[in-house]
Nanobody
């Protein structure tokens, strides 16, 4: 069983930065594939970034060059560093973990970028 708790969201101006954290319980963190998703009331939940067990990363095109996903296995924590934020980045951001055939979601953290 994996439990995920996000933090770090908030209100920021256009061009600003935020760092999201996702604290994972359980000793299986290092074995999990981790991702960030985001959702707005107008859109379905969309993929933002992923990091594999070996540290490989991938991003959706709209955040490439601005967002960086990373993980600290010793702290069982996933991060999303978000720079040069835009109003269209406004959403609830969710942490996701996949361990084998099991998937887990956090409760989400709100990010609001003012224009």
């Amino acid at each position: 069983q994996v439990q995920l708790v996000e933090s770090g969201g908030g209100l920021v101006e256009t061009g600003g930065s935020l760092r999201l954290s996702c604290a994972a319980s359980g000793s299986t963190f290092s074995a999990s594939v981790m991702r960030w998703y985001r959702q707005t009331p107008e859109k379905e939940r969309e993929f933002v970034a992923a990091i594999t067990r070996s540290g490989g990363t991938s991003y959706t095109d709209s955040v490439k060059g601005r967002f960086t996903i990373s993980r600290d296995t010793a702290k069982s924590t996933l991060y999303l560093q978000m720079n040069s934020l835009k109003p269209e980045d406004t959403a609830i951001y969710y942490c996701y973990a996949q361990l084998g055939l099991s998937t887990y979601w956090g409760q989400g953290t709100q990010v609001t970028v003012s224009s």
